[in-house]
């Protein structure tokens, strides 16, 4: 039987944050997730390790086109000369032509930090990418895997599903579990970033992933984890306190409502460590920061967007 490896990709020089992951078969491989431009030398040096030679890399698939998942994926291509990627639609496009994704991230970071975070992007030609359905299946070397589109996160979001192992490739729709802030204890939080985050969806899709009766997660944020059922629970707790949070942005004024909504994002991680005995530290919540913010973002964007249609 084959493996399952996972990569860290060291996203911003952090560790445990990101991750890929390398099936292997016989000397062939999938990556799944590519993280950054900068992570592909890591990924490249895993299937080495593995016993993948880069022609016999056959397919990468990115669970959505944000960067940290995809924005590696052309560099990656490049270096495994036989590899297709396998990609929702809406996903393919942006991979195809990424001015557009270059602009959104530039002006969510600034050029500095976008040139750090994320490197080069180059376009992926048009045939070097497949579009896969939602429910379609796939078969390789002994797996069955299926793809279902999981809206939510973000609209152009699949999870991946392997029969062969019970495993779900799940990206941003299951959520989010650091290893480093467990101490010894495993707990998780939702992913609300801009700038299409959808509470009712992001429920459905958690739905749609227990639905598969997968026994692993494999989080991109970070590494496998088990026990889908209760982490599903506090997922739909977490969400359930966003939708509040947002119901009362009414009330604040528009300067307020980042803060307002970054004070509501770090009490909804709070009272789901509480939950596992987690005391975050100081540390913890520098790691955290950036989630806090993107995610304080995303719940604002969704308010302001449903409302701008009154």
């Known amino acids: 039987m084959g493996t399952v490896q996972t990569i860290d990709t060291e996203y911003a020089n952090i560790h445990q944050v990101a991750s890929a992951y390398l099936i292997e078969e016989e000397g062939r491989g999938v990556v799944v997730e590519t993280n950054t431009t900068h992570a592909i030398p890591k990924i490249l040096n895993a299937m080495e390790s593995h016993g993948v030679k880069p022609p016999n890399l056959d397919y990468v698939i990115v669970t959505h086109v944000h960067l940290d998942h995809a924005g590696g994926a052309w560099a990656l291509l490049e270096a495994c000369p036989n590899a297709i990627l396998l990609a929702h639609p809406k996903t393919a496009k942006h991979l195809v032509d990424p001015s557009l994704l270059i602009k959104s991230a530039t002006s969510v970071y600034g050029k500095e930090n976008f040139d750090s975070l994320y490197g080069e992007i180059k376009p992926i030609p048009k045939e070097k990418i497949r579009i896969m359905e939602d429910g379609e299946w796939l078969e390789w070397k002994g797996h069955s895997f299926q793809f279902i589109y999981t809206k939510g996160h973000a609209n152009h979001h699949f999870c991946i599903y392997d029969r062969k192992t019970n495993g779900i490739y799940t990206g941003d729709s299951f959520g989010i579990s650091y290893p480093q802030l467990e101490n010894g204890k495993r707990f998780i939080f939702p992913t609300t970033t801009p700038t299409d985050f959808d509470s009712t969806e992001a429920i459905r899709s958690l739905d749609r992933i227990l639905d598969t009766g997968a026994e ?44 307002f909504m970054e004070s509501k994002v770090k009490a909804m991680i709070q009272t789901l460590a509480s939950k596992h005995s987690i005391t975050l530290t100081n540390s913890d919540w520098k790691l955290l920061s950036l989630d806090v913010n993107l995610n304080a973002q995303g719940l604002v964007y969704a308010f302001e967007k449903t409302n701008s249609k009154g």
Not at 223 to 249: F, Q
Request: one cysteine or more.
């Open 216 to 259: 692993v997660a494999y989080l991109t944020h970070f590494g496998p984890i088990g026990d889908l059922k209760k982490n599903a629970s506090d997922l739909k707790e977490g969400l359930t306190l966003c939708e509040k949070a947002i119901s009362e942005l009414g009330s604040v004024t528009k300067e307020e409502r980042l803060p």
